[in-house]
């Protein structure tokens, strides 16, 4: 496969920064803004109302096996434009809400367009499209979902305080929409889809063009696989320990503008991290950007308790941040380096069930933690031991890449 034009491959980095911002970046990211007028008006708790994430998850892990069929085949397009158009108007939705079940049914819907906007998409674009710097092109994207926040977090905020949490919601969705439906209408998923719309006469060329690699039934023969899967879902554990942040730091005695100031230096580690973690991956390779990600998170939950400084706080909060982004930038990779790309995106899509329901039930696991110890540092301290059980995972993931190369080095006939 040639790798794309520039033009082509900035228009697919935009279209999944686009993407990230409509995926994450505001339904995800700014979600606890509408959560204390929300609970308010609905007489319910945070609690029962953030369940809802839980349930995103969930649902997402179970859809993530058929949106990976449908991003590897001739649909991918129109599925990506689905879920954007759902993802928007279920989050518009939520301003239409009376009770708890209606936002549990959000959720849920919110995890069908999810599985592909928060998980899918942009690895599956990038890995599509890019053979260099694959990376950099990756985590970019993911950084913009950080940074729109940051950007979007003061907007909606003054849209509630003027306009009341309801109306909010519907802005929001529109927004949604009008970033990124005018580039996913326009998208080509892989370069064979551009080379396609250019000379209809290419298409059957095309289609039965192969990359190297394992197939998805191969791949799930292999053990590696399911190292992969295991590593995946430690790397979704850990993440989750970041809305537990906060009231680990105040419980070392900061106060709440101190919680608050670290929380910022996570976001700042995220997004960082992102690009980061990726340039790591085009420098040195997957094994030592993953190994280091994870080492520096582990450094970072290690800091975190010692919160009762401020200075080590922010920088366990920053270093927790940044080696957190590779939950979301070493998975992709690291199934291209170990199983190729002939069916990657499945491969992938199977791995990411795992991540995908440790993210959902990670902090309420966290906080049984702190509850059962009656202190949060406990949850720090388990957050420690899942990154070393996460680094150890690697080591062993890495030990067998060489065996698994091997099986897919030579040219397969097409089946």
Known sequence: MKLSSLGEGKLIIITCCALAIAGSGIPVNCAGLFFPQAAAALDTGAGPLTFYLTILYLVAALFLPLGGRLLSGSHAKMAINLAVIVNACAFACFGLVTSLWQIYLLGAVLGLSGAILIFLAIPVLVTNWFQKNVGVALGVPLSCGGLSSAVFSPLIAMCISHFGWRAAYGLCGLTMLLVALPFTLALKPSPEDAAEAENPASGSQADAAREDGLT????????????????????????????????????????????????????????????????????????????????????????????????????????????????????????????????????????????????????????????????????????????????????????????????????????
Not at 313 to 320: L, S, T
Not at 331 to 359: D, K, N, Q, W
Not at 373 to 390: F, S
């Open 216 to 415: 998805l039934k191969e791949a799930l023969s292999l053990p590696v696989f399911y190292l992969i899967f295991f590593f995946a879902g430690l790397l979704g554990l850990t993440s989750a320990l970041i809305v537990h942040i906060p009231a680990c730091v105040e419980g070392a005695g900061l106060s709440s503008l101190a919680a608050s100031s670290v929380l910022s230096a996570v976001t700042v580690g995220v997004t960082l991290g992102m690009t980061g973690i990726g340039w790591l991956n085009d420098r040195f390779g997957i094994s030592t950007a993953a190994i280091f990600g994870v080492f520096i998170e582990l450094t970072g939950i290690f800091l975190l308790l010692f919160s009762q400084h401020l200075s080590l706080a922010m920088a366990g909060g920053f270093c927790y941040g940044f080696g957190a982004a590779t939950t979301l930038v070493a998975p992709p990779l690291i199934v291209r380096a170990v199983f190729g790309m002939r069916e990657h995106t499945r491969i992938y899509a199977a791995v990411t069930v795992c991540l995908s329901i440790c993210a959902g039930l990670g902090a309420a696991l966290f906080g049984f933690a702190a509850d059962l110890a009656e202190t949060y540092a406990a949850a720090l301290e388990l957050g420690v031991a899942i990154a070393g059980l996460a680094i150890v995972t690697y080591i062993l993931i890495s030990r067998a890449m060489p065996h698994v190369a091997k099986l897919w080095s030579q040219e397969k006939p097409a089946s």
